[in-house]
């Protein structure tokens, strides 16, 4: 899974997923929830390590608020385990345990104001008003909240909500944060920019953040690594390029960004090339994969930004099939495109528009979509 | 169509059959005239027969005393009755407890009040408590009512309420009862001060269980009332009545205020 690591810009030090030395510093094992008959988690095996901002990404009722909730402490695991720094969390409340939580809803304290609100975890904890409120100050000054102290939270924009729960879950300087939705009331401008806002504070503050995500754009931005969850199920764990460049299967490669599949065989495999046979490209060149053997079922997995459209037919003699541009939808940076190919397959295109006087492709149009051998996914699931 | 003569038409005669005769009441209190029926000018004289009128006053002072109590008690018990069951989720006998939480609204007084007779008679024989009858019992029966109806007010508050704020405030460190008094309370708390100036004017307003279970030298307003009434109508009944009527509609038209104003806070 680590084959194109090397190019990475990121020091393996701060990866320590890449080192089988290093001892995790949440372990989740064989953890299974189930309500009644519904089997909400299933056997989700799971190592997280301190400093990271891990993220599980999944659409709703694929269970990661559940699988959030339980590292929280308000829902008691079926079965398996959970190891926070070590220690054993099954017989911990939530109020006792090394976590904390940003809820979905913020759930703000209608009755207390700004300042209280954020003060409450310390003042359970036993420290003292003055220093509790000191330490108060100075979080809402991280997160630039310092002018509505006195404020209830009825009184403040969604934006600032946010914030004021993000604080709230902070002060305890927990070992871990969890985040469930931290952006989902957010409108998209506010979204894009409190992003880049909650890695500017995990860092300075290197607590270890599980945030539970629908948005993958968020997921891809925040995260050091993504879970990609369906169905109870943890489907792949990876950093996002890898989520992205190598999905390890149909769905990972469906849920994230989009793809155009086609089923195919193996034909053979060269030492530099494998040919691979579909019905719907023809024969298809990639680059070779230990573990396939001949005429074995394959699904080739083709980016649409990864096709380049063309009015004349590229040199190469592979990778390349006809066909007539059947919409095109204009976004100002890029285009997209449905092409449909002469067997009578529908794929999408995407090209981004990086001249200003091109002659753009248009309806109609005939055209000839090709795609280097480099470009090709190889799924076996 | 809409705003044709049909709506407000419909809308008068509704409002006559309810409050003609309440309004017929209230103007009669100021009569100066000893006869009920017959007008005879303007006056406050009735009010202050009132003031002068000894079993009245006592009455009205045992009244307040019942429906103080029996409102305190019925919302701490409807309270916690309410908490436990949106709270703890499916336990043994959630079903019978949430049923006969809410019984005692359907139940025919007669029957409340008749069972609670049998029950402090019986009590009284065996545990020789409560002896005999008269204030303590009247506040009993009336809590025990007056709970379900808390309960139920209670209860629809309790579920409209966001529960991650609980969840949050265990999540920073609280124990379970600390969250229950630092955050449920105050989250609930006008819905418990509508809940309990309902129980109070029900409390108030209670003439057929308090019968049942009072003894001597406890008669409630209502009670006194009735029996004067038997001997033929006075017009100090009238000016008394009037004065119950200003109570109660106070506190309802707040409870309807406090039980509306609750999600506009949560935002």
Redesign the interface.
């Known amino acids: 899974m680590t084959q194109h690591g090397s190019n990475q810009p990121i020091a393996a030090e701060t990866r320590p997923w890449l080192d089988p030395e290093a001892q995790p510093f949440i372990s989740i094992r064989g953890i299974t929830k189930r309500f009644g008959t519904f089997t909400a988690v299933n056997n989700i095996n799971l190592d997280i390590f301190r400093g990271e901002l891990f993220c599980l990404l999944g659409g709703s009722g694929c269970g990661k608020s559940t699988l959030l909730r339980m590292l929280?402490?308000?829902e008691a695991p079926t079965e398996g385990q959970i190891l926070i720094d070590g220690q054993d969390m099954a017989k911990v409340?939530?109020?006792?345990r090394p976590?904390?939580?940003m809820?979905?809803?913020y759930?703000l304290?209608?009755?207390m104001t700004v300042e209280k609100n954020v003060a409450?975890?310390l003042l359970?904890?036993g420290k003292s008003k003055r220093e509790a409120y000191a330490r108060v100050a100075e979080m809402l000054r991280l997160v630039k909240l310092e002018t509505l102290a006195k404020r209830?939270?009825?009184q403040l924009s969604g934006g600032q909500r946010q914030r004021v729960a993000l604080a709230?879950?902070l002060i305890?300087q927990p070992k871990l944060l969890l985040l469930d939705e931290p952006l989902g009331a957010l409108d998209k401008k506010l979204r894009e920019e409190t992003q880049f806002e909650l890695i500017r504070i995990q860092e300075s503050l290197g607590v270890t953040f599980i945030v539970v995500t629908h948005d993958q754009d968020e997921a891809m931005t925040l995260a050091t690594r993504i879970g990609v969850m369906n169905e109870g199920e943890i489907r792949q764990v990876g950093e996002p390029r890898e989520i992205y460049e190598e999905p390890n299967s149909k769905f990972v490669a469906d849920f994230i960004g989009s793809v155009n599949l086609f089923e195919g065989r193996v034909e053979a495999a060269a030492p530099d090339l494998m040919r691979l046979q579909t019905d719907e490209l023809g024969p298809v060149v990639t680059l070779p994969r230990s573990g396939l053997s001949r005429n074995q079922r394959i699904w080739v997995a083709l980016r649409p930004e990864r096709i380049t459209l063309s009015r004349v037919r590229p040199d190469a003699a592979t990778n390349v099939v006809s066909g007539v541009v059947q919409e095109v939808g204009y976004m100002g940076h890029m285009s997209n495109f449905r092409v449909r190919l002469d067997g009578g397959r529908v794929i999408r295109v995407t090209q981004s528009n990086r001249l200003r006087d091109e002659d753009p492709i248009s309806w109609d149009e005939p055209i000839f979509a090709s795609w280097s051998p480099a470009a090709v996914r190889v799924l076996t699931e | 169509m809409a705003r044709g003569w049909f709506l407000p038409v419909a809308v008068v005669l509704g409002f006559v059959f309810l409050y003609a005769p309440i309004i017929s009441l209230v103007v009669f209190s100021f009569n100066e005239s000893r006869l009920v029926t017959v007008w005879g000018g303007f006056s406050t004289r009735w009010y202050g027969e009132l003031l002068r009128d000894r079993q009245i006053l006592g009455a009205a002072w045992i009244s307040l005393q019942v429906a103080f109590a029996s409102a305190t008690v019925a919302t701490a018990i409807g309270t916690l009755a309410a908490f436990v069951l949106t709270r703890f989720g499916g336990f043994r006998g959630r079903l019978l407890l949430t049923g006969m939480a809410t019984a005692p609204l359907v139940m025919p007084e007669v029957i409340t009040g008749l069972s609670l007779l049998l029950l402090f008679v019986s009590m009284e024989l065996t545990l020789g408590w409560p002896a005999g009858r008269g204030l303590t019992t009247i506040i009993i029966a009336h809590t025990t009512f007056c709970a379900a109806f808390v309960a139920v007010i209670a209860q629809s508050r309790l579920r409209d309420m966001d529960e991650s704020l609980e969840e949050a405030a265990r999540d920073l460190g609280a124990g379970p009862v600390r969250v229950f008094f630092d955050i449920t309370l105050p989250v609930i708390a006008p819905a418990l001060v509508a809940g309990w100036l309902l129980a109070f004017t029900l409390s108030l307003d209670d003439l057929v269980i308090a019968s049942f279970v009072s003894g001597p030298g406890a008669s409630t307003l209502p009670m006194v009332i009735f029996s004067k009434v038997r001997l033929g109508v006075s017009p100090d009944v009238n000016a008394l009545a009037t004065i119950i009527i200003g109570i109660v509609a106070v506190s309802v038209v707040t409870a309807g205020v406090l039980i509306r104003r609750r999600a506009k806070r949560e935002g």
Not at chain 1, 93 to 96: H, I, Q, S, T, V
Request: zero cysteines; aromatic letters at 14%.
């Open positions: 929280a402490g308000f409340p939530p109020d006792k976590t904390n939580m809820f979905q809803s759930a304290f209608p009755h409450y975890g359970r904890e209830k939270p009825h709230r879950s305890k």
